[in-house]
């Protein structure tokens, strides 16, 4: 049987060459932070090239699938429909790649908004995608960020929600509450960790 992985490169190979390199680009930030914090390299290379196949899709296209495959749409969701854009490729991940790994499809599922309780791999492929080069060329902010995630993935993503949320604040826009609640279990988790 063909593997998951040579599934999904048929499937990216179909996608908008831009997006193909935005995949190449995460795959490659991902590996390195993988590497680091000792996550597994198998499952974050499949959450890293599949995070996005559904970001070409229009907000009614994602409601549409979302809705015949029966996924849980928050309210939010149903508001800002592109944050369906991970629970989409998760379940084409699923359907069209055979990908039954939960940590590859919780990274994937959860690449937007982050989760409470999610794993390293989600932590590595959130990270690699908010802080992959071309990102952060555009952002220098980022770069601080992209330092702590060498150090600690939990403080990174934290670091980052932070700053997202205080952007769609200011803005005036919805926040996901999975956000919000995926930031307070890191910071509870972060300081159960003693001084050192
Ligand atoms: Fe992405």
């Known amino acids: 049987m063909e ?47 599949g995070h996005d196949l559904a970001r070409t899709y229009s907000a009614e296209a994602l409601l549409a699938r979302a809705q ?21 490729a998760a379940e084409m991940l699923r359907r069209q790649c055979g990908v ?8 994937v599922r959860w690449h937007s908004t982050a989760a409470p309780g ?13 802080l992959e080069p071309h990102k952060l060329r555009r952002s220098p902010k980022l770069t601080g960020i992209a330092e702590v995630a ?6 990174a993503v934290a670091d980052y929600l932070a700053l997202e949320m205080t952007v769609l604040l200011k ?18 988790a972060l300081a159960e960790v003693p001084d050192a």
């Open 3 to 49: 593997s998951s992985l040579h599934r999904l490169r048929e499937v990216i190979r179909a996608l908008p060459q831009g997006l193909q390199d935005h995949l190449e680009r995460v795959r490659e930030s991902a590996l390195a932070l993988a590497t680091i914090h000792s996550v597994p390299l198998e499952a974050v290379e499949l959450a890293a090239l």
């Open 68 to 88: 015949e495959w029966r996924l849980d749409v928050h309210p939010v969701e149903e508001q800002v429909p592109i944050l369906l854009h991970g629970p989409v």
């Open 100 to 107: 039954e790994d939960a940590r590859v499809l919780e990274a």
């Open 118 to 130: 999610m794993g390293p791999v989600g932590l590595v492929v959130f990270l690699a995608d908010k």
């Open 150 to 155: 060498k150090v600690s993935l939990e403080r």
């Open 171 to 188: 803005e005036g826009r919805l926040v996901h509450p999975t956000s919000v609640e995926a930031r307070n279990h890191l910071l509870n």
